[in-house]
């Protein structure tokens, strides 16, 4: 932990507050408060004294008026948060730069027997993984609106990254390379208006809990190769710039993709969708495959733009498939689906029955409207 010697405080508070007579503001940092001497004040750029704590998060907090430069000064080393998070304490920073590669798979590897009580889910992933020793965090995770520098991988040869804590990566900017591939996550994952500058790859990665990637940009190409959703999971008004990959995926839950821009090719072939699947407003720019994919509840398409080829060949519908208002400007393929002969037909306002009533309710409004207009007339 970096620790501001007093005499340094003193100068930034008398700082603080000479500036303040003018309403100027300088930089105001926090760092890991955990010593009942530490308080944060907002008279100055503080750093709170801290003791050792494995049970505290690394912390590093910076506001919307440090400039550039402050953040510079005051950048997270990819090494004090591989301690911090191998300690057990978790990390906690905001508007901060991260500088550095972050290899998780440099945590040590402990033995699958020595979890307590692991989901059913997770052991799952031991067996089917043949899996004797894995890497563990226990604490949360909490990176927003940062910058960080360096690629974070946790690719390793063997193993898996087991993240028992929430993740939150709100509003951050990756620059390079991120790898949570073979990673399961036990708490809910957040990267919600993040930025993937480059890769964004989460093959057989396991999410337990509800996963968002509402608003969020991804980069050069996004795998997620044979992952599994338990819970339920958005990327709703997202951006892919580069290749998306959701081959043989597994959504165990409801799955939102609305609103959200294909830019180059987006594949979902051999994945199963067990909830509703919403893709409503989405744009595919370039080729979509949806082949062999099963939607075993509903699917709902309706109103998406199909900019080049959109295959749905061998898939299959057992629930509503919603494909009304539906922009095509390539005829789809649709060879050899399978769609449900009890399935559901759309609902709301596109509902078939709905549509008729309304139909039958104009007709009746024009035939009493005309003959109130004969009888008035005579």
Not at 140 to 150: C, F, K
Not at 208 to 229: D, M, N, S, V, Y
Not at 309 to 335: T, Y
Request: hydrophobic letters at 45%; glycine letters at 8%.
């Amino acid at each position: 932990m970096m620790v501001i010697p007093y005499n340094a405080l003193m100068r930034l508070s008398t700082q603080r507050r000479f500036l303040g007579r003018f309403g100027l503001t300088t930089c105001v940092l926090v760092t890991a408060a955990t010593s009942p001497l530490g308080t944060a004040s907002p008279a100055g750029c503080v750093v709170e004294p801290t003791t050792p704590d494995a049970q505290v998060p690394f912390t590093r907090h910076l506001d919307t008026g440090c400039s550039e430069a402050e953040r510079e000064a005051y950048a997270v080393r990819a090494e004090e948060l591989l301690a911090a998070l191998q300690e057990g304490g978790g990390v906690d920073l905001a508007g901060v730069v991260v500088v550095g590669d972050l290899l998780l798979n440099k945590l040590p590897l402990v033995s699958v027997n020595s979890l307590q009580d692991p989901p059913p889910e997770l052991q799952a992933a031991f067996g089917r993984q043949a899996l004797n020793e894995v890497r563990v965090i226990s604490g949360p995770i909490s990176i927003r609106d940062s910058r960080v520098r360096g690629m974070i991988s946790a690719k390793g040869k063997e193993g898996l990254l087991i993240i028992q804590g929430p993740v939150t990566m709100t509003g951050t900017t990756f620059e390079r390379a991120v790898d949570l591939s073979r990673t399961a996550f036990l708490g809910p994952v957040d990267f919600s208006g993040s930025v993937f500058m480059s890769e964004g790859l989460f093959i057989q990665t396991l999410f337990l809990e509800p996963a968002r990637f509402q608003k969020t940009a991804f980069g050069t190409h996004t795998r997620f190769h044979k992952a599994i959703f338990a819970d339920t999971v958005t990327f709703l008004r997202s951006g892919f710039n580069g290749l998306a990959e959701f081959l043989e995926v597994v959504f165990e839950q409801d799955a939102s993709f609305s609103r959200t821009y294909f830019k180059m090719g987006a594949g979902f072939s051999g994945s199963r969708f067990h909830r509703m699947v919403d893709f409503s407003e989405a744009t595919f720019a370039r080729e979509a495959f949806f082949a062999f994919t099963v939607f075993e509840g509903d699917a709902y398409f309706r109103r998406s733009t199909f900019r080049a080829l959109a295959n749905f060949s061998d898939a299959e519908f057992q629930g509503v498939d919603d494909f009304s208002k539906v922009l095509f400007d390539i005829n789809p393929n649709f060879v050899r689906t399978k769609v449900s002969a009890s399935r559901r037909t759309p609902g709301g306002l596109q509902s078939p029955v709905f549509l008729y009533a309304i139909a039958g309710a104009v007709v009746i409004f024009m035939v009493l409207f005309v003959f109130a207009l004969r009888k008035g007339s005579q």
